[in-house]
Structure formats: C-alpha cells, structure tokens
C-alpha cells in the first residue's frame, strides 16, 4: 500500500492531516505494509518502523506543481504496491497517470472539492451540478482572498479543467459523507465507484472528565479549523456581535482569510472579545477545548466531514454546525443546526445553548452515544473490505 498525501503530521494545514496518519496507523497495525509520501516540503529524515516508510517530499502551491512531483516520484521509486490510496484528492491525476497499463488500483478520499470545484465558497448543493467550464472559472474568480491569491486564480482555473478528467478515471473514492458523495455525483463521476465510509475519531484523544455545570459564568464560544472564506467564521463573527456582553469568541487556526476575519471583527466593536489564538500545535489546542461551552462550525460549504466536530465531541462539548454538508446529520441530536450562512439564525442558536443550562447538558450527553459509531475499529473495518474489493 502507498499513501500519498501533500498534508501530514508533524506539520499540517488542516484535519485531513490526522485523518490521515489515523488511516496508516489502522493498516499498519492490521499488518499491511504502508508507505507514506507526504508532499508537504518538510525536510525531515525518512522513517521505516518496519511496518512502512514515511517519506516527507517537496511540496507545491499549485495542483499542477502537486501533481508533477508526484508524478516524477513515481516514475523514480516505481514503489511495489497493489493499492495507491490518494489521501486529499489533490494528486489524483499523477496517480492514475502513472497507474495506467499497470497491475495498481488507485483510490482516493474525497476529502474535498478540489477534484470538482474551483470556489467551495460558491457552492450551492444541487445548484451546481453540471458546471461549465467557463462557470467554474467565473467562480475562480470570486473567491475572496487577498489580491496576490486572486491573481493567481486564472491559471488554478486551467489547472483544474486540465486536470478534472483525469480525476474521475481512478478505481474507487471513499466518500466521507453523503454530501460528498452527492457533489462528485453531481460533477459527473461514477456512483458505482463511491462507497460512502465516514471519519474515525482518534481514540488517543485526552479530554478532562465531564465538567460540571458551567451556569453563572461568562461562556467561551471556540471555533478550530482553517481560517478560509467558505468557513463562514463571518458568519459567525457576526452572530457572536448579537450576544450579551462578557461573552468570548476564541478563533484558533490560521489561513488566506484572517485579514479580512480581523478587520471584520475591529468594525464590529469585538477587539478583545474575539480572540484570534493563530495556529497552535494539535497538543495545545485541547485545553482550549476544555474551557469552552460550545464549539460551533459555521461552514457555508458542503463541508465533507471535519475532524473538529469528533474532537469537540470527544471533549464533552455541545456543537452547533450550519446545515450545509454533512455536519448537522452526522450529529443528530448531539448539535444543533442552523441555516447556513444566516448570522440572525446562527445568533439565536447561540443563546438558545448558553442560557439553557439542562439543554446543554442533554445535548453533551447524546455526544457519547455520536461518538461510538466513529471508533476506528468500526470505519478501518469498512476500509479494508473497501480494498479487498477494489483487488478483487
């Protein structure tokens, strides 16, 4: 087996990273021999624990940069596997380029958009099925960012027509959630080819013991994630304005975003209330976990699964999540949902947790219950009779 991946431990971008290295410890531990190239440009010697090698490789801004590196990788190892797992669907194309005429499946996580769409933030579920060349280009270039990214947007868009077609020629995709799942249905791929297999939560996690009623107190609202336009912290920035004072918004994460998520919350009168920590290391972010009384996920993309929402679970937090994606449905009755990208809905939730001391204990309790359906035990399962089935 190999895995290829531009985001990895010890250095990463985002949860797909742990997602990953979570995927590779289960197939190691059930005795498949699994390599790792992570493209993410650190210079870290490679590592071989007997179980596989993890080989960190220089990395690219760009799909089509990702791609030639990966490909050229491949052209040199020429690695011995049956199975090439793409991991964050961005070097898919070198994949199955360099598969073809070859005895290798390729398979991917559809851990993104990347593959089908140039602006997650655009997105509109159904509304976007059978995009256009030249509608996916117009989204390219609404994407919000700072000018150095928007100048960039015309060549990521001939990058991505180039390489949308090759993408939808790999073996098999595991699709985190049944949003997902329906995007890339949308832009044409093969359903036969899909099988839905969700997150897993990392068992390794430590969280203090249910805390007691936090009633009397200031509360701690927390959002951890990238700090990008289809996030919808604005939304949230927003919604946070309309709470009574004492209240604190802790934002903890870095991206292209974050200029414009300040200068928002400054015109907001929120300098001091709204608490941007930047990136902190996985081992950091659990405390701030642990002081907070709701964790919220404002995404206004189909998000296909984010790790956070597991994270907040496995430290007795009560979420809220838009009813964008698959968040809202992977909780059930251990969140609550809002309309997405509706700041005034948003709000009221908001209140709606923080003044109802026995809500929020009731939602806290229905998060243990969440939670068990995600052990690695369970997914890893799924994933292996997903590969016996791709050999077979």
């Known amino acids: 087996m190999l895995v290829i991946t531009p985001d990895y431990p010890p250095h990463y971008t985002g949860g797909c990273a742990f997602s990953c290295k979570l995927l590779v410890k289960g197939l190691r531990a059930r005795g498949v021999r699994t390599d790792v190239w992570a493209f993410t440009g650190d210079t870290i010697p490679p590592q071989d624990n007997g179980k596989g090698e993890t080989v960190y490789l220089s990395s690219s801004r760009t799909l089509l940069g990702l791609n030639r590196l990966a490909y050229r990788e491949l052209k040199r190892r020429r690695p011995d596997c049956d199975i090439i797992h793409i991991y964050n669907t961005q070097q898919l194309p070198a994949a199955v380029r360099y598969a073809k005429g070859r005895n290798i499946k390729v398979v991917a996580t559809l851990n993104n958009l990347a593959a089908v769409c140039t602006n997650p933030s655009e997105y509109v579920e159904g509304e976007c099925a059978g995009c256009r060349p030249m509608d996916s280009l117009n989204c390219a270039m609404k994407r919000p960012g700072p000018w150095q990214m928007r100048a960039f947007m015309p060549l990521h868009w001939l990058e ?78 927003k919604a946070f304005s309309t709470l009574s004072e004492g209240h604190m918004l802790y934002i903890v994460g870095k991206g292209d975003h974050s200029a414009q998520l300040k200068t928002l919350a400054n015109e907001m009168g929120l300098e001091g209330k709204v608490i941007f920590t930047g990136f902190m290391e996985k081992d950091e972010i659990g405390r701030y976990y642990d002081m907070a009384d709701v964790f919220v996920h404002p995404a206004i993309w189909p998000e296909p699964f984010p790790r956070t929402i597991l994270e907040a679970l496995a430290h007795h937090l009560p979420l809220i999540v838009s009813d964008s994606g698959s968040s809202a449905s992977i909780l059930g009755p251990a969140g609550l949902s809002f309309t997405s990208g509706d700041d005034r809905d948003l709000g009221q939730k908001l209140r709606s947790i923080l003044d109802d001391e026995d809500r929020r204990q009731r939602v806290i309790e229905a998060g243990a219950e969440v939670l068990r359906r995600y052990h690695p035990d369970s997914v890893m399962a799924q994933i292996m009779d997903f590969y016996g089935e791709m050999l077979s």
């Open 160 to 237: 991505f027509v180039t390489m949308h077609r090759r993408s939808r020629r790999a073996a098999g995709y595991i699709a985190l959630s049944e949003a997902t799942k329906q995007c890339y249905l949308d832009a044409g791929y093969d359903a036969k080819k899909i099988t839905l297999i969700p997150n897993m939560f990392d068992p390794g996690l430590t969280s203090n013991p249910l805390p007691p009623s936090k009633d009397g107190r200031n509360k701690i609202i927390l959002y951890v994630g990238r700090l990008e336009a289809e996030k919808g912290l604005q939304v949230l920035i």
